[in-house]
């Protein structure tokens, strides 16, 4: 790679937090430059705690005004089985988390490269294990109306999995969310990886 091509990190300007390297940034380089944007970002999980986490603290910082100011960095080239999801359940006095599958998914290939899941599927099985997640404090319902609502219509699997979890967020998250893909970031469309 050249000096010139090279990714380097940028310093954050005035009001922004993060780290973003150049160049080949295309489209996405007013969101990445401009001043008082704050980022995070997670790979495509239908619901995980830390997502939340960092949605809370970015709309913290930016004062739940959203819009451009709080960008979500969907990681949709990453890989990993996100058709399962675990559950908390409890025995008794015991305390413990159940994992459950939803949909068909490869470990082995970018997310944003799989096409998204049934929803009626994932839905009837939320719906079977409703009653012993919730009885450990689980909101399984609220699952299941985010993926009935914001969870049909896409095209691939990051895709379904960000908007999922974005329906979930908006219960603590006041703003709009500008969401960025990974892949965009190379100059890919979405749901394409990058080139080497």
Known sequence: MSESSEAKPQAAGEGEVGFFAEPGLGG?????????RVWTGH?????????LAKSLTADA????????GFCDLLVDHDTHDAGVIELPM?????????AVRLGRCR????????????????????????????????????????????GRGHGDLAGQLAA?????????VR??????????????????????
């Open 107 to 150: 470990a082995d290939v970018p997310l944003g490269m799989q096409p998204a899941m049934g929803v009626d599927g994932a839905i009837e099985v939320l719906a079977g294990a409703r009653g012993w997640a919730e009885d450990a404090g689980a909101e399984v319902g609220r699952l299941i109306e985010a993926l009935d609502g914001a």
């Open 61 to 68: 910082v930016v004062g739940g005004e959203g819009g451009d």
């Open 28 to 36: 996405w380089a007013g969101l990445v430059r401009g001043g008082g």
């Open 175 to 196: 703003g709009e969310v500008t969401a960025v893909r990974s892949t965009g970031l190379w100059g890919g469309a979405h749901g394409q990886t990058p080139r080497a």
């Open 90 to 98: 409890r025995a008794g006095d015991r305390w413990g988390v159940r």
């Open 43 to 51: 790979q495509p999980y239908l619901w995980h705690a830390g997502v």
């Open 164 to 172: 999922v979890t974005g329906a979930m967020r908006g219960r603590w």
